[in-house]
């Protein structure tokens, strides 16, 4: 082999090291950017169940706040979601009256639902209505150290 031959063997070698490198610098960007947008798809399926578990809540306070016992158990009824979500589990307590009762005075179980992560250092116990429980839901409360006025 002359030295002319040698030279292009070097220089064809190099081209396809570089080429190969590029190759290798190539596929480990595509990883990096398809991991990167992999995580951001799982962290907006995670913001997206948090703004649904916010929502069900709010809802939960809302009608908390109105007394409205009766839809809070309805859609704790009609989505498992729902009622995995929610801190407490409301159910309706059937009388025996042969009169139907308004339903501010209807009575209503309240328990804390297991499912939850927090469950409540206190029990609850007894019966609440409607009225009650709209009376007393509004008020100001200290949440992590901060005073939230609930309307």
């Given amino acids: 082999m002359g030295t002319n031959e040698m030279k292009k063997v070097v ?3 190099e081209k396809e090291f570089q080429t190969k ?5 190539k596929q480990a960007v595509k990883e990096i950017v398809q991991h990167t947008l992999e995580r951001i798809d799982e962290l907006d399926k995670e913001i997206k169940e948090r703004e649904d578990s916010k929502r069900i809540l709010k809802l939960d306070l809302e009608d908390l706040k109105n007394g ?26 059937i009388s025996n009256n042969y009169y139907p009762q308004p339903i501010w005075i209807k009575p209503y179980a309240i328990t804390w639902n297991p499912n939850t992560i927090w469950c409540g250092s206190t029990s609850i116990g007894g019966t609440f209505t409607c009225s009650a429980v709209k009376e007393n839901a509004i008020g100001a409360y200290d949440v ?8």
């Fill in 68 to 93: 409205k016992l009766d839809l809070i158990g309805e859609r704790q009824k009609k989505d498992s979601k729902t009622a995995k979500i929610s801190l407490v589990i409301i159910k309706e307590i």
């Fill in 144 to 151: 992590h150290g901060k005073v939230v006025n609930f309307r």
């Fill in 21 to 25: 490198k590029e190759e290798q610098l």
């Fill in 11 to 13: 220089e064809l070698t």
